[in-house]
């Protein structure tokens, strides 16, 4: 009896750490995305912004899974491309593995969607602070990077927070292709007890304890954090 609960919670544990590892990687990766692209909307010109557009929407608007398929198939060939036909460091070959593209697909999926919130919360302070910023002699990036965009990340911090909660769930569809997370791990579970609902719920509570906590730790941070009398719309 104790080697197959062993067993259970070796496979919980896995599958848990490795979709952490993957919401952790996919929300920071695609908050640096978001950043340059909100930047880059707002600052690079029509063409640029044309660019951004196009990206945001397909990545918004294609599901994850087909993102991570296409993703599992074209990244590789792409690197190798390069390596190659145009000479680039073997350095490229880390894309070609498997784990390198899921991580790579979520941050780019999750910088799309990061990309609206940073520039919303960067609008609600850009005007009144840019002007503050270049009457005490600053340069217009010294006041994006130094004055607007760290207040901006401090507003943005709750649909950030929403943002974490949308990416963990969407870890799911890693199953599809191979891959054992935390849902791929309750289905192995149910596979060897036999309990498809006792499998799923105890995977369901993990999912809602670890989404639970971070956006308690996300509030506390928002609390202390925030800027008195200005907040990002939803």
Same mark, same amino acid.
């Given at each position: 009896m104790l080697t197959p609960m062993l067993d259970i919670g070796q496979s919980l544990?896995?599958?848990?750490t490795f979709t952490v590892e993957l919401t952790i990687i996919g929300i920071f990766g695609g908050l640096g995305i978001g950043i340059l692209l909100a930047i880059g909307d707002m600052y690079g010109g029509r063409l640029v912004s044309a660019l951004i557009r196009v990206y945001v929407e397909?990545?918004?608007?294609? /599901?994850?899974?087909? #993102? =991570?398929?296409?993703g599992q198939y074209a990244i590789p060939q792409l690197a190798q491309f390069l390596i190659v036909h145009y000479g680039l460091p073997s350095f490229f =070959?880390?894309?070609?593995?498997?784990?390198? !593209?899921i991580f790579?697909?979520?941050?780019?999926?999750?910088?799309?969607? #990061?990309?609206?919130?940073?520039?919303?919360?960067?609008? !609600?302070?850009f005007e009144d602070q840019m002007m503050a910023g270049l009457s005490v002699g600053m340069s217009k990036a010294q !006041?994006?990077?130094?004055?607007? =965009?760290? #207040?901006? =990340?401090?507003?943005?911090? /709750?649909a950030w927070s929403?943002?974490?909660c949308s990416l963990t769930k969407s870890t799911s569809a890693v199953a599809l292709i191979g891959f054992?997370?935390?849902t791929m791990a309750g289905k192995d579970i149910a596979g060897l007890t036999y309990d498809v609902i006792g499998a799923y719920s105890l995977v369901a509570v993990i999912y809602l304890g670890w989404i639970t906590l971070f956006t308690k730790i996300a509030d506390v941070i928002y609390e202390k954090k925030k800027i008195p009398g200005i907040e990002l719309s939803a």
């Open positions: 544990l896995n599958g848990f397909i990545f918004r608007g294609s /599901p994850i899974i087909v #993102q =991570l398929f296409i =070959l880390v894309a070609m593995n498997p784990y390198v !593209t790579l697909v979520f941050a780019l999926n999750s910088g799309a969607y #990061q990309k609206g919130y940073i520039k919303g919360a960067m609008e !609600t302070v !006041t994006v990077f130094f004055i607007i =965009l760290p #207040q901006a =990340l401090r507003i943005v911090i /709750p929403n943002e974490f054992t997370d935390l």
